[in-house]
């Protein structure tokens, strides 16, 4: 590592000769004096022989031309001014790009610039090596690219919302295209296709970017529409470009929500098991003293309508519904005159769970994913069952049960004296 520079002198055009002095005695073997009176000027090669580059296997990417040279030219107020830079090519055949000479050459008066008033031209040497050594020609050459191009890169590049972040942060030329749809269209693709009832929400996200295409149509080209989904293109500047960002936004709030609506509670059917269960205890068999779980228990499937009655959720009752008015909590009016209340909550899986202290209900995804089978979808509960000892204030001929692993369960549910809780 060669010392900077440090000369001190009031004479411009002695710190000058000084300076270009120090650099021919540094670089004897690359570099190239053409005038040593003002405008003094000379060149460095940048892929130097005395700093063994020649042996370097880190200059993959740096440029072809071995013998492409700094000149550098002082002005008549340096180091008051900035020098000028400009390149020198061995090869003509290798030049780079203008975007990439652009580029190289604006870092290199950028770091002239910081050290304004004193000798700057090592410091701009070695900001040209760092230049190659960072991948500043690989990233000049993205900049030569159109958005969408970049667009496709970065949806290649990421596979999640934090993967955007990442290379949009690492490398700032890609933060114009952060938001646009050729990247989020595949990330909510990937992220909903995880979640419970992907498809009814793929395809209304679908209609809803159809129809604002539509609507931002002239209406002397409304009649063209007619290629599918599939055929729109991103670099129509009429499409809605930034949708599916705002969509994937959209739905990771929506997915906090612990509201329901009467559509969403009647879109799809529903299974309803006990938290407690006649069957033998999972962890400890044939223990006359363990409540076993139920949720291991294949329960009954039951499916709210919109005329207010729940199908199928009694044998005996006709059973009616209503919202209070927050919609965090469904009202059960049995034909008993009894009532109950069932707690409304979001899953991880971006399903609906509806619970009280005798009864769990879990949406079921009726279009084939993931979610479908039974397995899967109670996989939250039933994977972490734990025996949980009774407090010894609690009254009740069970010393232990079996429950899920999760504190607020363990708390909430209260402790029985017979596995049916007010059986229906």
Known sequence: MVTPLIIHHDDPIQLQLDESESIATIFSEDCTMYSQTPPISYSIKLRSAQLNDDDDTNTEFWPRDKGL??????????????????????????????????????????????????????????????????????????????????????????YSKEDVDCVATALPLFQGVYKTDIVWKELCYSRWKEKWGFRRRWEKALYNFHQQHQQQLEPNQSKKVHQTQRDFSNSNPSYPQYFWFQRYEFEERDSLRATITVDELCQCPYERRRWF???????????????????????????????????GYSHNTVTTYSLNNDNRNIVLALSTDAQEHLVVRRTSNWGWQMQNDDFVLKSVDEEGGQFASADQLWKDLTSNIVLQERPPDIQSRFLWREIPDDDDLKYLLPWRNSWRARDR
């Open 69 to 158: 040279a700094l000149k550098v030219e002082y002005s008549s107020n340096y180091p008051e001014e900035l020098p000028i830079f400009s390149l020198l090519y061995s090869q003509s055949t290798s030049r780079l790009h203008q975007i990439q000479e652009i580029a190289l050459l604006n870092h290199l008066n950028l770091v002239a610039a910081s050290e304004k008033g004193m000798p700057c031209i090592l410091s701009c040497f070695y900001a040209a090596r760092d230049f190659f050594h960072n991948l500043g020609l690989v990233l000049a050459g993205l900049a030569m690219l159109s958005d969408d191009c970049l667009a496709s890169i970065l949806s290649y590049l990421a």
């Open 277 to 311: 269960g006649h069957n033998d205890p999972l962890n400890v068999r044939s223990m006359s003293d363990v409540l076993p779980t139920g949720l291991n228990h294949p329960g009954i499937i039951c499916q709210f309508t919109f005329s207010g009655h729940i199908l």
